[in-house]
């Protein structure tokens, strides 16, 4: 169970949606998806029977940080093993079994980055078309083996800092083409993106941490790929954020202020933690009344910006 709760925080970390699958009693039918099976060797026969029909039906499966070999009664069932034409060939211990090896071990992956491991390594014999994923000491411990729909990756799916989690969506994406709609980097923020036909809500939630998040967002609203956004949240604070909204005839891109709109007088009010930094883009340059004081926009990439610290009151902004 450990293990599970492992690559549930990682998947967390990397703003992945994902469900929990009781493989010996699954509530959803083989073949959809793609299952995680955070193992270190043994599993029940019934749930080994399930990652077969599971690969069989067409769905996909990343193996951490190895292939089942064992049942629930320690004896052998390399049924997955012989179906993947794999063979596990050896393991490296964590650092610190020997006078001074300490630190951690480096696997290197996809030209040359690098991650370090914390845990054991196993390494794997791979057949012929499989495609490494990374290598330890130049001795391969991951592949994809797109044929069977499934990464096999010798390490375990454990977060530990920016880089495990940049090796993680590496793999992830390469086996299924998912990538995470919002990427947090620096200080971590829950997120959730809720889209509309022409706009977006991105919701945040600073859970505990201090400091600056660079928050990169996928397909953000219709017409736009990327945005990236620097976040500066006090502690526990949440915020609302309106990405792609018309106001007055002016496409906000983005704001990381939460928004909200005086009735009286059309003016907008921005919220946010006292003292914290606060941006907001428009799609083409002018000038903007911020509490009262005229100020130009000025340009930062493909978009116009004003930037402001937010005060115990919201700050009024007025379009000109």
């Known amino acids: 169970m450990e293990k599970v709760k492992d690559t549930m925080l990682l998947l967390s970390r990397m703003n992945y949606g994902y469900e929990l699958l009781e493989l010996t009693n699954p509530n959803k039918k083989a073949g959809n998806g793609c299952i995680i099976v955070a193992s270190t060797g043994s599993l029940e026969t019934k749930a080994i029977d399930y990652l077969l029909e599971h690969l069989n039906n067409g769905g996909k499966c990343i193996f951490a940080p190895t292939v089942p ?10 049924r997955l093993l012989d179906y993947l034409n794999i063979k596990l060939n050896d393991v490296v211990r964590p650092a610190g079994g020997a006078l001074m090896d300490y630190g951690c071990r480096v696997v290197n992956y996809a030209d040359n980055k690098k991650v370090g491991v914390n845990n054991w390594i196993f390494i794997h014999d791979f057949p012929e078309d499989g495609i490494q994923i990374a290598s330890y000491n130049k001795q391969t411990i991951g592949a994809f083996l797109k044929q069977k729909n499934v990464a096999v990756v010798g390490i375990e799916s454990t977060f530990t800092t920016l880089a495990s989690q940049n090796f993680w969506e590496y793999v992830i994406t390469g086996l299924t083409a998912l990538k995470p709609t919002v990427k947090c980097q620096g200080n971590y923020l829950h997120t959730t993106l809720r889209k509309g036909q022409k706009s977006s809500v991105l919701t945040v939630i600073n859970l505990g941490s201090t400091g600056v998040s660079d928050l990169i967002v996928n397909n953000p609203y219709p017409g736009v790929n990327k945005l990236e956004l620097i976040l500066d949240l006090g502690l526990h604070e949440a915020r609302c954020l309106v990405l792609g909204e018309e106001h007055n005839g002016t496409k906000i891109v983005y ?11 059309g003016d907008l009010l921005l919220h946010g933690h006292s003292g914290t930094a606060g941006e907001i883009a428009f799609d083409h340059p002018g000038t903007v009344i911020l509490n009262g004081k005229k100020t130009i926009t000025k340009a930062q990439g493909d978009y116009y910006i004003v930037n402001y610290e937010h005060l115990k009151n919201a700050i009024r902004l007025r379009m000109s």
Do not use: V
């Open 255 to 265: 704001s990381t202020s939460e928004l909200h709109k005086d009735k009286q007088t």
């Open 69 to 78: 070999i064992f049942n629930e009664y320690g004896k052998r069932d390399e």
